[in-house]
């Protein structure tokens, strides 16, 4: 049978206290939404339609960017949010001739799994029923709406929390807000639905009522892990959902063969990739899409963003590595900043306090201290010595520096770009370099001279 998912994400959240709406909310590196669409895909739907209403166009723009599946992606806008009805009935334009299942899931709910998904799927095929809720229990259901079950264990209502007895406020089975429905008796019984609650709002809830009245079937499936349907109401949340996934991802690299010392302190994203025998000390977090290869050592508080790391590379102590890639062997750190595309080739080292800002440092070079190296292009076997500075800016654009293979610039130089140090030269401590250095030359003095010929 064929299956459209609807997934509800139009409210701003007002419990998160936020300008941001609440499905463009980060946890392990991700925005929720994503985690709900990934979900959903589980499915193979035919179509996945997004209710949209609090900054819809942001909402469309990151789900569009990361939409690559067979299935269509559409849009429904919920233009003001009156409850979880009126958002599934703001979607019933695009379903008017549609004939099959539709799995409502809300779009902060983002640790819901995919075999739990297709469970929910199943019990609702082969019981040929109208609608089937997604339920669980939970320690303190205070809040949340009750699953009233009949004698021999079927459906009989949901009471919210605010309109049960002190008998039905004991129930600890709950609903999850996930369901599937028969698409035609949904929107049949859509029309139906009527406010009555202080908020004047239009409740999902009342559709399996109404399906009972109308003698359809509806049924349940309780799923036993609870942290799977947690939903996002508040900042709070936010953070427990965030420790469960970052604790299983640490979980799945340690059983894969990487050595993470402390997890509770060790902050993976999701698209995180570690190779086998690396080595990650306690406070370390790597963000975004960074891979690090096979036996590399992270030390204690280092944060890397979006990098590419080779094999056998070491990153020192609270070294901060954004958007830039290094190869085999390198060295890093400690307290070093490599920023904006650098590339450092294999065997480079790059010591304490030294600045990489978009860079290509040459295979073997080494800049052990205090220094800024930026716009520049470094060759092989270079050595820099502490202080050095490429002075890249002129007050209205960047200019590159160029360092041929084997020179070695002294202590306290200061390259003024453009310039180019040829290879083999070298200049002396304090340099002010304002003109090109040819190869194997010395250059020294303020401003730099050539002196003589190496």
């Keep these: 049978m064929s299956t459209v998912v609807l997934i509800l994400a139009a409210g701003l959240g007002t419990r998160m206290k936020s300008k941001l709406a609440k499905v463009l909310h980060h946890i392990a590196g991700r925005p929720l939404i994503r985690y709900v669409y990934e979900a959903a895909l589980s499915l193979f739907p035919e179509r996945i339609i997004v209710v949209v209403g609090h900054q819809a166009e942001d909402v ?24 979880t009805a009126d958002a599934v009935a703001a979607a019933k334009p695009l379903l008017v001739n549609y004939d099959g299942i539709v799995a409502v899931l809300s779009g902060d709910v983002p640790l819901l799994s995919p075999p739990t998904l297709n469970e929910l799927k199943r019990t609702h095929m082969e019981n040929a029923a109208a609608a089937t809720i997604l339920s669980t229990e939970v320690k303190d259901p205070t809040g949340y709406g009750r699953i009233i079950r009949n004698q021999d264990g079927s459906f009989c209502k949901i009471v919210e929390h605010r309109d049960a007895t002190e008998l039905e406020l004991g129930i600890r089975e709950i609903n999850t807000g996930i369901y599937c429905f028969d698409s035609k008796i ?12 202080a908020q004047n709002e239009l409740y999902l809830t ?19 892990n609870s942290q799977e349907v947690l939903g996002i109401n508040d900042r709070s949340d936010l953070v427990t959902a965030d420790r469960i996934l ?4 640490c979980h799945k690299l340690l059983l894969a063969g990487v050595t993470i010392l402390n997890p509770e302190t060790t902050y993976i994203d ?3 990739t570690v190779g086998q025998d690396s080595y990650i000390y306690p406070g370390v977090r790597l963000e975004g899409k960074t891979i690090i290869g096979q036996d590399c050592t992270i030390g204690t508080g280092a944060r890397l963003t979006n990098c590419i790391l080779g094999n056998n590379v070491t990153v020192k102590d609270y070294s901060i590595i954004c958007d830039s890639t290094l190869d085999d062997g390198v060295s890093v750190g400690p307290f070093a900043h490599i920023r904006m595309g650098a590339h450092l080739q294999s065997g480079a080292a790059i010591g304490n306090f030294v600045e990489v800002k978009k860079s290509s440092i040459g295979k073997n070079t080494k800049a052990m201290h205090l220094s800024y190296l930026g716009d520049a292009t470094i060759g092989t076997g270079v050595n820099i010595g502490a202080g050095t500075i490429t002075c890249n800016y002129d007050g209205k654009q960047k200019h590159r520096t160029i360092i041929g293979d084997g020179a070695r610039i002294g202590s306290d130089t200061m390259l003024i770009a453009p310039v180019s140090v040829g290879k083999n030269a070298v200049t002396g401590a304090g340099s002010v370099v304002t003109r090109d250095i040819p190869e194997s030359s010395l250059a020294y003095g303020v401003p730099a001279e050539v002196k003589k010929q190496l």
Aim: glycine fraction near 4%.
């Design 206 to 224: 009342d559709i399996p009522k109404l399906a009972l009245a109308t003698g359809r079937r509806v049924c349940l499936l309780k799923t036993p």
């Design 246 to 249: 970052r604790m299983d991802k």
């Design 270 to 272: 999701l698209d995180v």
């Design 60 to 83: 469309k723009a990151y789900l569009n960017g990361i939409h690559n599946s067979s299935c269509s992606l559409e849009f429904a806008l919920q233009s003001v949010q009156r409850g």
């Design 186 to 197: 949904l929107f049949e019984l859509l029309d139906a639905v009527t406010p009555q609650n």
